[in-house]
Structures are given as C-alpha cells and as structure tokens.
C-alpha cells in the first residue's frame, strides 16, 4: 500500500495569514493527489484534485503544488471557515490511502 | 444537484452483522462508482473499497476482504454496505462517496453513525 505523510499534524494561525501544509507518498502517484477539508461533524469536501486542479465553486485562495513524491496545499490567506482538518489522498493505486490529517486551528 | 442519503445511526452487539444505505440522485446512477469510506471517533479518514453500479464490480481493501459485502440496487440508485463480524473497532461514522475520473471523491453523503457495544 500507498502510505501518505501529513506535516505538520497541526497547526495554529491566524485570519490573513498563509498556511501550506505537505504531503508526502512512500513512492511516486505522478499527480494522481486530492485534497479535502473537513470540519467536525461533517462529511469531507474535496478541494484539490490531479494535484493543482480547483474543484468548480471552491476559493482560488486555495492551491495544490507537486508531483511524484511530494505535494503541497497553500491557503494564501486564511478566512474565518478555513478552520479545519485538511487530508491529502492518493488516487494512483488501489487500496486509495489517506494522509493521517492536518488540524489548522485559529491561534 | 447531486445527493446522497444514507441511512441512520446503528447500534450493534460484537458478533453481528450491520448494513448501511446510500440513495443517490441528481445524476445518472450507473455513470460513476460509489466508494465507501470510515472516520472512527477522532480518528482520520479509512478507504474500504468501492462499487461499479454499472455492472455491480466490487474491490474491497485487503483487511476488509471476507468481512464486508458491497451492493448496489439499480432501480432505487442505492448502494449498501454490509460489515459481518463486528467488533470494537469498527465503531466508526461510514460515508459513502461518488468517484469521478482521477479518483476523486467529490460529492459525499453526511455519514451513518455505527456503534459496536455490548
């Protein structure tokens, strides 16, 4: 299997700033990478897919950069409804693995 | 627009068995698979495989394989899945998700609560 590394696990900020969070696969899935957004209670919203695409009605303030190994989300300022938790998945091969998650909290 | 229900909360004994709904609608049903995905309580996001309501195909993750069945009923445009041998473990919230090209789930259902306790 496909494993997927988040960094940081968490992270605080504040309203305005620019956060970017990593995700790394144990071997190369080309850009075969989503991102989503989560917040509690609620089901995951993809962002981010074929690892720079915007999925239609989703703020440009959100990007995804990388290929191969190692991948990037960068909000480039943070709103108040950005807080959340963000995972990373890989799409290239079967069984689909998620990262471990990111928690962005309002420092 | 494109939704998917599933059905409610479920509380279990170990041993048995449990099955959870997920009506779609807004779009062709047999055009896109439907994949099912587990959160336990604070804990990240579990792939356990997916369904071709086109021809009912199914590929279940290796560690759910002999334990969950996946179905799909064309005339209602649902999908089920059913997990046998509860245990502890799998007190989790269970989602259900279309897949578009690249592997992407885009539109999700709100969850099915299971609770595994005796």
């Known amino acids: 299997d496909i494993q997927m590394t988040q960094s940081p696990s968490s992270v605080s900020a504040s309203i305005g700033d620019r956060v970017t969070i990593t995700c790394r696969a144990s071997?190369?899935?080309?850009?075969?990478l989503a991102w989503y957004q989560q917040k509690p209670g609620k089901a995951p919203k993809l962002l981010i897919y074929n690892a720079v695409t915007l999925q239609r009605g989703v703020p440009s303030r959100f990007s995804g950069a990388g290929s191969g190994t190692d991948f990037t989300l960068t909000i480039s300022s943070l709103q108040p409804e950005d807080f959340a938790t963000y995972y990373c998945q890989q799409a290239h091969t079967f069984p689909i693995t998620f990262g471990q998650g990111t928690r962005l909290e309002i420092k | 627009q494109v939704q998917l229900v599933q059905s409610g909360a479920e509380v279990k004994k170990p041993g048995t068995s449990v099955r959870v709904s997920c009506k779609t609608s807004?779009?062709?049903?047999?055009?896109?698979?439907i994949h099912w995905v587990r959160q336990a309580p604070g804990q990240g996001l579990e792939w356990m495989g997916g369904v071709n309501p086109s021809g009912g195909g199914t590929y279940i993750a290796q560690r759910f394989q002999g334990r969950v069945t996946m179905t799909r009923d064309t005339s209602t445009s649902s999908v089920y899945v059913e997990l046998s041998s509860l245990r502890s473990e799998d007190t989790a919230v269970y989602f259900c998700?279309?897949?578009?090209?690249?592997?992407?789930?885009?539109?999700w259902g709100q969850g099915s609560l299971v609770i595994v306790s005796s």
């Open positions: 071997q190369g899935i080309s850009s075969w």
């Open positions: 807004g779009y062709s049903f047999t055009d896109y698979s």
């Open positions: 998700a279309r897949v578009l090209t690249s592997s992407r789930l885009d539109a």
